[in-house]
C-alpha cells in the first residue's frame, strides 16, 4: 500500500545553527505549543518565531563551559533549560526573565520533560532522575535511582502516569507516577538509549531507539513490557516523533546515513518505511513538532536546522490508503 498523500524529499525550510554542540547524549531543540522554537547553540539559547520569522537570543550562561545541555516547554510561555553545571534554570519568554533557578543534581543535566503544569522530571550524567514542583519552595518532590550511567532519554505519557527513562547503560526503565521504583527494566537495546517517543493514539505504546551499536527501533506495550516489533535502522538512532494525525513516525539518524526515515505503523505493530529524507550532512541529533502537527524540525552537526512538511493533516492525511 502507498501513502495517497504527496511528501516532500527536501527541507521546507533551512536554517543556520552555528556552533551548536555535537553531543548525542543532550537535547537541545524544542518546540513550544505557541509555536515558537527553542534550540541551544553552546552557551545560548534562541528563540525562533515561526509565525513571524523573528528571531532572538533569550539567555546565555555566565561560566566558561557552561554548555546548555537540555530544552522542555512547559505550559504558557515557561521555558526550562538545563545546563552543564548543573542547574535548570526557568525562563519566562514573554518577558524574557530568569522566573527560578532548581539545584540538586550532581552534573549536567542532559534531559527535562514535563508532565502537568508545574510537575518537571529531569534526567543528569549523576544517573539520577529528579521530579520538581516549580512553584513550591522546596522544589525537589523525588529521586529515582535505576540508572548506572548518564540519563539522555526521558519522556512522560501524554496521560502524565508514565515515565520513560532511557540512558548510557543501555537500559529502558518505565516508572509509574508516585512510585520511586522502576516498574520495568528493559535491557534489549546494545547501545545508548535516548530516542524515546510516546503512541499519540494508542495508550501504553512508546517507540525507543538505540546508539550506534545497536541501531534498532522497538515498539513496546509497557503495561506488561511485551516487544511488538524491532526494526534494524542501519544507523544510530537519534530522536522520534509521532505524528499526532496519523499513525506514522518519524526517526531521526546519525552514522552512517545522517538521514530522517518516515515510518507507518500498522496495528499490529508491523511497521513500514514510507521513505527516507536526506540533506543533512551531519548526524541529525534532535527532532520537534510543530503545533499543529504537520511539520518537523531536524538540528544537526552539520549546523543546520530543517523543517520538514512530512505529516498530513486533514483530507491529506495518510489514514487514507490505497492500493
Known amino acids: 500500500k502507498k501513502i495517497s498523500r504527496f511528501i516532500p524529499k527536501s527541507a521546507d525550510k533551512i536554517l543556520d545553527a552555528p ?28 528563540l525562533w518565531n515561526a509565525s513571524t520569522g523573528a528571531a532572538h537570543k533569550l539567555m546565555q550562561t555566565d561560566g566558561r563551559g557552561d554548555i546548555i545541555t537540555s530544552l522542555s516547554w ?47 522530571s ?40 508514565q515515565l520513560a527513562s532511557g540512558g548510557n547503560d543501555n537500559v529502558l526503565f518505565i ?29 501504553n505504546t512508546l517507540a525507543s531507539g538505540g546508539g550506534t551499536a545497536d541501531r534498532k527501533i522497538c515498539l513496546w506495550n509497557t503495561s506488561n513490557g ?13 530522536a522520534i516523533e509521532w505524528s499526532i494525525h496519523d499513525k506514522e513516525f518519524v526517526s531521526s539518524h546519525g552514522f552512517t546515513h545522517n538521514q530522517l526515515i518516515l515510518w507507518r505503523h500498522f496495528g499490529s505493530g508491523r511497521l513500514q518505511k514510507v521513505t527516507e529524507l536526506t540533506g543533512h550532512q551531519a548526524r541529525v541529533l534532535h527532532m520537534a513538532k510543530s503545533p ?20 498530513g493533516a486533514g483530507r491529506n492525511s495518510a489514514s487514507k490508503l490505497k492500493d
Do not use: M
Not at 505557541?34 to 552557551?43: I, P, S
Not at 539520577?128 to 505519557?157: P, Y
Not at 516508572?175 to 494508542?202: D, G, M, S, T, Y
Open 19 to 46: 556552533q551548536i554542540v555535537d553531543d548525542y547524549y543532550l537535547n537541545l531543540l524544542d518546540w513550544s505549543p505557541t509555536n515558537v522554537l527553542a534550540v541551544a547553540l553552546n552557551q545560548s539559547v534562541f
Open 74 to 120: 512547559g505550559s504558557g510561555n515557561t521555558l526550562a533549560v538545563g545546563t552543564h553545571s548543573a542547574e535548570i534554570q526557568l525562563w519566562d519568554v514573554s518577558t524574557s526573565s530568569l522566573v527560578r533557578t532548581l539545584r540538586g543534581h550532581e552534573q549536567r543535566v542532559s534531559s527535562l520533560t514535563w508532565s502537568t503544569g508545574s510537575s518537571l
Open 122 to 161: 529531569s534526567g543528569s550524567r549523576d544517573c539520577q532522575i529528579i521530579h520538581h514542583d516549580t512553584r513550591a519552595n522546596n522544589h525537589k518532590i523525588a529521586s529515582l535511582h535505576g540508572h548506572r550511567h548518564e540519563v539522555c532519554g526521558l519522556k512522560w505519557s501524554p496521560q502524565a502516569n
Open 175 to 203: 516508572w509509574e507516577a508516585r512510585n520511586n521504583r522502576p516498574r520495568l527494566c528493559i535491557e534489549r537495546h546494545r547501545a545508548a538509549v535516548k530516542a524515546l517517543a510516546w503512541c499519540p493514539f494508542q495508550h
Open 226 to 238: 511485551t516487544c511488538f516489533n524491532e526494526v534494524d535502522t542501519k544507523s544510530q538512532v537519534c
Open 292 to 311: 499543529d502537527g504537520t511539520t518537523v524540525v531536524s538540528a544537526a552537526a552539520d549546523e543546520t536546522i530543517r523543517f520538514w512538511r512530512i505529516f
